[in-house]
C-alpha cells in the first residue's frame, strides 16, 4: 500500500511537469516526463506498474491536455507493454544503451502520436515533434539514477 | 515480495484489453461526443493538478509584481488614469448612442438590443495538446460557464469554451484548425467564413468568390449568424486578398484582432437569451494577489 502510494506521487509529479509552462526556447525539447518514469516503473517493478497504470495516467494526460480521450492511454499502455515484457532484457543493458532503447520508443511514441492526429484531425509533420528522442535519451540517465535512489531510500517493491 | 510468476492476466492480454478500450474510447469520444456529460467530472478530477502546475507561473508573477519600483507604479498609474479618462469619455457617448439606437429600433419595430452579463477570467499558463490551440482559464461550471460561450479580450473574441470543468474551463481559440466563425465585413456586410489555420496568427476565409469587394485592410466582425458569437465583435483583419482565377475561389488571409499569442485576461460573455446565467465569483481566501478578481468584476454596464 505504501509502495502503491509512493510510485503514485512520482506519478503525479511527473503528469505536473508535462503541463508545467517551459520558456519557449526549450518549449520543443520538453521531455516526457511522464513515459520516462513509468519506463523506469516498468523495468524495476513489472509486477506493480504495467499495461493498466500506465494506460491510467495517459488516460489522465487525455484530460490535461485536452487531446481526444484515449490517444495517450493508447501510446502509453503501448509503451509499458514493450518495457514491461523485455524488462530483464532493458534492465541488464548499461546507461548508454538503455538511452537508446529509450530513444527508440520515444521515437515510437511520437510517430504513433502524430499519426493518430493526423488520423482524427488535419495535423501536419514537423521534424521539431522529435527533438524530445535527443531530450529523452539524455535525462533517462538522471532519472534512472534518481529514482533508484528514491526506490532504495524508501524500499519500494 | 516479488512474485516468481506475476499473479492476473497475462501481458498480452492486458495489452489486448487496453488497445480496445482506448480504440474505443477514441471513436466514442471523437466521432459520437459521448463523453460530454462525463468531462465535467474527469475535468474536476483533475483541475488540482492543473492549479499546481500553474504555481509557478504565478509565483513569477507574483514576485515581479510586488518587486516593481515605486516609479514604475506611479507611471503606470498615470497610463491608466488617462486610458480610463478617454474611454469613460466614449462610454457617455455610447449611452447617448445606445439609447438613440434603442429609439430608433422600437420606431422600426424592431427588437431592442440587451446587454449581455460579463465576466473576467484569467488564462492559467499550463501546457495543452501541441497540435492545436487551447488555453485554460480559471472560471469553470461554478460559475455559470457553459460549452460553447464566448469568450472575448480587450481587443476581439478569442474563441470559445469547449470543455467545462467544475474549476477551469478549456477555450478554442479561433485559429485552431478545427474552428471555423461566421464574419462579416464591417465595410460592406459581405459575409463569409473565417477557418482556423493551425497558425496563431493566421485565419483563412473559405469560398469566397472572385467577385466579391474585399480589400486588404478591412476588418472582419462577427456576423452572430451560428448563434455561438455575439454579432458585432472585431475578430479579424484581412493581410493579403488573391484573385487567381485558376483556382475556384478567392484566397483571403486575415490576421485576428485579438493578441491569441499574449492573451491573460479574458472576458466571458452571457448572452441575455441563454438560460445560463452566470454564477457570483466568490472570493478564494488563498488569492489575495493581485490578479484576483473581486466579485463586482461581474457586472452589466446599463446605459
Given amino acids: ?157 | 515480495m516479488t512474485p516468481l510468476f506475476g499473479n492476473g492476466p497475462a501481458p498480452q492480454t492486458r495489452i489486448f484489453i487496453a488497445l480496445i478500450v482506448s480504440v474505443a474510447m477514441i471513436f466514442v469520444d471523437h466521432k459520437l461526443n459521448a463523453f460530454e456529460p462525463a468531462k465535467v467530472y474527469l475535468n474536476s478530477l483533475v483541475s488540482p493538478i492543473l492549479y499546481v502546475a500553474n504555481l509557478p507561473q504565478k509565483m513569477f508573477n507574483w514576485s515581479s509584481e510586488s518587486l516593481t519600483s515605486r516609479q514604475n507604479l506611479i507611471e503606470e498609474n498615470a497610463k491608466l488614469r488617462a486610458q480610463h479618462l478617454l474611454l469613460s469619455e466614449k462610454v457617455q457617448r455610447m449611452a447617448f448612442l445606445e439609447r438613440e439606437n434603442d429609439r430608433l429600433r422600437a420606431l422600426l419595430d424592431s427588437p431592442l438590443r440587451q446587454d449581455m452579463r460579463k465576466m473576467i477570467a484569467e488564462v492559467m499558463s499550463v501546457e495543452s495538446n501541441p497540435n492545436s490551440h487551447q488555453v485554460v482559464i480559471n472560471r469553470g461550471a461554478l460559475n455559470g460557464v457553459y460549452e460553447g460561450q464566448a469568450v472575448l479580450d480587450e481587443n476581439g473574441i478569442v474563441g470559445q469554451v469547449v470543455n467545462v470543468g467544475s474549476l477551469t474551463s478549456r477555450v478554442l481559440l479561433i485559429t485552431d484548425h478545427t474552428h471555423a466563425i461566421p464574419v462579416r465585413v464591417a465595410r460592406n456586410a459581405v459575409r463569409s467564413i473565417a477557418s482556423g489555420t493551425g497558425r496563431i496568427d493566421r485565419l483563412e476565409l473559405n469560398f469566397v468568390p472572385h467577385s466579391a469587394d474585399i480589400q486588404v485592410g478591412d476588418l472582419l466582425m462577427s456576423s452572430g449568424l451560428g448563434n455561438k458569437y455575439p454579432e458585432g465583435y472585431p475578430v479579424a483583419e484581412v493581410t493579403q486578398v488573391s484573385f487567381n482565377e485558376s483556382l475556384p475561389f478567392a484566397q483571403i488571409v486575415a490576421r485576428p484582432i485579438a493578441h491569441l499569442d499574449r492573451i491573460r485576461y479574458l472576458l466571458l460573455l452571457w448572452p441575455p437569451s441563454s438560460e445560463h446565467q452566470p454564477e457570483a465569483v466568490s472570493e478564494n481566501p488563498n488569492k489575495e494577489d493581485a490578479d484576483s478578481i473581486p466579485p463586482k468584476s461581474q457586472e452589466k454596464i446599463n446605459p
Fill in chain 1, 1 to 157: 500500500m505504501r509502495g502503491f502510494f509512493l510510485i503514485g506521487l512520482t506519478l503525479l509529479f511527473a503528469l505536473t511537469l508535462a503541463i508545467t509552462p517551459m520558456p519557449s526556447i526549450i518549449e520543443s525539447y520538453r521531455p516526457d516526463w511522464i513515459l520516462l518514469v513509468l519506463v523506469y516503473w516498468c523495468i524495476a517493478l513489472p509486477h506493480r506498474v504495467n499495461v493498466g497504470t500506465a494506460w491510467f495516467c495517459g488516460f489522465l494526460l487525455d484530460i490535461l491536455l485536452g487531446s481526444v480521450l484515449g490517444t495517450h492511454a493508447f501510446m502509453l499502455a503501448f509503451v509499458a507493454y514493450i518495457c514491461s515484457a523485455n524488462y530483464l532484457t532493458i534492465r541488464n543493458f548499461s546507461s548508454w544503451q538503455q538511452s537508446l532503447i529509450i530513444a527508440l520508443v520515444t521515437a515510437f511514441y511520437h510517430l504513433v502520436d502524430y499519426w493518430l492526429q493526423h488520423f482524427l484531425t488535419t495535423a501536419y509533420f514537423m521534424p521539431e515533434l522529435l527533438w524530445p528522442v535527443l531530450s529523452n535519451a539524455f535525462v533517462w540517465t538522471f532519472v534512472f539514477y534518481g529514482l533508484r535512489k528514491y526506490r532504495r531510500t524508501f524500499r519500494i517493491r
